[in-house]
């Protein structure tokens, strides 16, 4: 471990696009409104978004150094597309990482906690709060869109020192850090996700657009029947606690909740009224016509159609495994029919067929 060559690096960032979005559609409208780092165990230095940070480049531009950041998914994907600077995964030390590859959480607080490094807990919490001012747009409610330094300038100078405090606390757990588990072919590997996630996946967008709309024909069509079956006591399959009373008073049956599982077992149960199979046959399909994924699928997809960093290295912290992100590609059901079939399906959905409800 060479101190000395070693850049800490952080960066603060606002955007109108909201980060549960994911990392790259979040960075793809960023900007970076504060740089902090450090060389060693050399003073931090805070620049504004808007100075001048050219040593810093000079630094980043020297191989012989290594940059360590925390989340470096997140400062890598917002440097590139805010000032088209690209930083190789192979100059990069995460701490965030390295600790998950060691079955440490990833959160920096969490870590200094664990690995005995002070901070100052009143300080954390204010800078949480200095993010949420500085970081996001206002309330929609609010007459000011978007705080700044000229807007609060006393509450940024705090926001400053506090963005200080995380190259310091980042700079101690990098000391202290293990590092068995993060190197040789397992920081390959990690090297190769990277890669793979910033390739991302290319998603047929026409697809997801007509699956919400199918889905949304679907649910009317099931509605409309809900009221038929229930004399319109129940206006859509999907209400459950009006669907749990109108069975009691209907059929005089309790049931606990109606999940996937509890309807399945009714429909096996030889003793159920007929009308009622019925009626929990449509609760059934109203609850697998789900547009979540679809819907998650649009709100996090680059610009370009492809979603990216939907798999978490060691994002399982017992075991090492890789843990879903966004889409959750890891959790999609195998097909069940050909292939040529999946495609007469999705030419369907996609040219809005009255037929597929």
């Not at 869109?145 to 940024?156: C, L």
């Not at 400053?160 to 405090?165: A, E, M, P, Q």
């Not at 024909?217 to 859509?236: F, H, I």
């Not at 890891?330 to 996609?350: D, H, S, V, Y």
Request: some cysteine.
């Amino acid at each position: 471990m060479n101190l000395d060559k070693c850049i800490f690096l952080d960066t603060e960032t606002f955007c109108e696009t909201p980060i549960n979005n994911g990392t790259h559609r979040y960075a793809e409208g960023a900007e970076i409104i504060m740089w902090q780092w450090a060389v060693g165990e050399g003073e931090v230095i805070i620049r504004d978004g808007d100075e001048d940070v050219s040593d810093l480049f000079a630094l980043l531009a020297d191989p012989s150094y290594e940059i360590v950041i925390q989340n470096s998914a997140f400062d890598r994907a917002v440097m590139w597309h805010a000032i088209g600077h690209w930083v190789e995964i192979e100059r990069v030390f995460d701490t965030m990482v390295c600790a998950m590859a060691h079955s440490l959480p990833g959160a920096l607080e969490k870590l200094c906690d664990i690995l005995g490094v002070a901070t100052d807990k009143a300080k954390d919490k204010a800078g949480k709060a200095l993010i949420q001012l500085f970081c996001k747009p206002r309330p929609k409610n609010s007459k000011l869109r978007r705080a700044t330094r000229e807007t609060h300038p006393v509450e940024w100078q705090a926001f400053r020192d506090y963005g200080g405090n995380d190259i310091e606390a980042m700079r101690e757990v990098y000391k202290k850090l293990p590092r068995w588990n993060y190197r040789g072919a397992e920081l390959e590997l990690w090297h190769l996700d990277q890669k793979i996630n910033e390739r991302g996946v290319l998603l047929d967008l026409d697809l997801a657009h007509g699956a919400i709309r199918a889905a949304d024909r679907a649910q009317k069509q099931l509605a409309k029947q809900t009221v038929e079956m229930t004399d319109g006591q129940v206006t859509a399959a999907t209400q459950r606690d009006k669907m749990l009373e109108y069975i009691l008073e209907e059929y005089g049956i309790v049931f606990a909740d109606l999940k996937g599982s509890t309807v399945e077992k009714a429909l096996a149960d030889v003793d159920m009224p007929f009308e009622l199979k019925e009626l929990l046959i449509v609760r059934l399909e109203a609850s697998k016509t789900s547009v979540s994924k679809y819907k998650r699928a649009l709100s996090g997809v680059s610009s370009d159609s492809r979603m990216r960093g939907t798999a978490a290295f060691c994002g399982a912290g017992r075991t090492g495994r890789w843990a879903g992100r966004l889409l959750q590609l890891q959790n999609l059901p195998r097909p069940t029919i050909k292939n040529k079939e999946i495609e007469l399906w999705i030419e369907a959905i996609k040219a809005d067929c009255e037929d597929l409800v």
